[in-house]
């Protein structure tokens, strides 16, 4: 069984750029999850992906924006990068459940904005 | 989703049972616990969930009392590898939304 996987490992760019990064889904999982962990804090929710549509957003601006393709991988994308966007950015899959599911989380990407 | 509560930080002994408490006092009725723990600079790896009655996996049993306001989650023979933030979270149904908040955890130092 394939686990959660995540490219790049490590990013550097500078304010103002855009940036991709890309996540494969477990094997058997339909539902991808982002999260971004700055510094020293816990991750925080940036959406989730189910059926090639968003289903469920945190508090993040529109210059965050996402895809999933039929295959189940994902990407993240980031419009007009600041400086604040530097941390560590978590995809996690699941499998699609009425009641709960079981997020399995990547390696992570790490980001740094310069 | 509930809040949750959980101490900032404890020690325990490398081959002794690890008891990390949490209070979810908010918790409602089809609201699950789930632990997730972080090596540093890893990502977050599930432990164990449960809803009402306790479980147990290769990894690590989870107690939930009666009530559901409180767990424990219990690694029976710490390792030195146990090192790591532990998140206590309660999650909503998927119907109620996926995301998973997570709060500060609690660190966990294995010390031989």
């Known amino acids: 069984e394939t686990g959660v996987t995540q490219s790049p490992t490590h990013l550097i760019k500078t304010r103002g750029q855009q940036v991709t990064l890309r996540c494969s889904s477990q094997?058997?999982?339909?539902?991808v999850s982002w999260y971004q962990q700055a510094l020293g804090q816990g991750p925080q929710f940036i959406f989730q992906?189910?059926?090639?549509?968003?289903?469920g957003r945190g508090n993040f601006p529109p210059r965050f924006s996402g895809l999933q393709f039929p295959n189940y991988s994902s990407e993240l994308n980031v419009n007009a990068l600041e400086l604040d966007d530097s941390a560590l950015y978590l995809c996690?899959?699941?499998?699609?459940?009425?009641?709960?599911?079981?997020?399995?989380f990547g390696p992570g990407t790490r980001l740094t904005v310069l | 989703d509930a809040k949750t509560t959980q101490p900032p930080s404890m020690d325990c002994a490398e081959g002794r049972a690890a008891n990390l408490p949490c209070n979810h006092s908010?918790?409602?009725?089809?609201?699950?616990v789930y632990w997730y723990r972080q090596i540093h600079s890893q990502g977050p790896q599930y432990i164990i969930h449960g809803l009402k009655n306790n479980e147990t996996n290769e990894m690590a049993s989870l107690i939930i009392t009666e009530d559901r306001k409180s767990s424990t989650l219990i690694l029976p023979h710490a390792t030195l590898r146990d090192t790591a933030v532990y998140y206590c979270?309660?999650?909503?149904?998927?119907?109620?939304?996926?995301?998973?908040?997570f709060g500060g955890g609690t660190r966990v130092l294995v010390k031989p």
């Open positions: 094997s058997g999982h339909n539902t």
């Open positions: 908010t918790i409602s009725g089809n609201e699950y």
């Open positions: 996690a899959s699941s499998l699609f459940d009425r009641n709960t599911d079981t997020q399995y």
């Open positions: 992906y189910y059926r090639e549509e968003e289903n």
């Open positions: 979270i309660v999650r909503g149904s998927v119907a109620a939304g996926n995301k998973l908040t």
